[in-house]
């Protein structure tokens, strides 16, 4: 771990290193000894723990916005089978058949700009 790179932590939790090192990252220190210059590149802060942990966060929360735009797009694509099978829809139908069309391009959109918020609009 020694590249330069601190280890990616999303807990202040103390952990125990393989070799049996005792890290605690709230206190800053290894084996009850203040963290080392060598030691400060190496482990984060709290506050570096704390701005990963929201990136988990985030990146779960986009991952479950996707998953819900997929499986909504199987749906979709049933949906729009049948309405091109209609031989001749009613306004009502093109009415419907346009507000599910503009909820299906929103949520391509949203996929494309990798905008994972929320699904609405979708």
């Known amino acids: 771990m020694g590249d330069g790179m601190k280890m990616r932590q999303t807990s202040t939790e103390p952990i125990t290193l393989p070799d049996g090192t005792h890290i605690d990252f709230v206190d800053e220190t290894a084996n009850g000894q203040p963290w080392t210059a060598e030691q400060r590149t190496m482990f984060p802060t709290v506050a570096e723990i704390q701005a990963f942990a929201l990136q988990d966060q985030a990146h779960v929360a986009a991952l479950n916005v996707a998953s819900t735009i997929e499986q909504r797009a199987a749906t979709a694509l049933a949906a729009n089978d049948a309405f091109l ?38």
């Not at 306004?91 to 949520?107: D, F, G, P, R, S």
């Open 85 to 122: 099978a209609l031989a001749a829809p009613t306004n009502a139908q093109v009415l419907a058949q346009t507000k599910i069309l503009t909820k299906e391009c929103t949520a391509i959109i949203k996929l494309l700009l990798n905008r994972l918020d929320s699904v609405d609009g979708t």
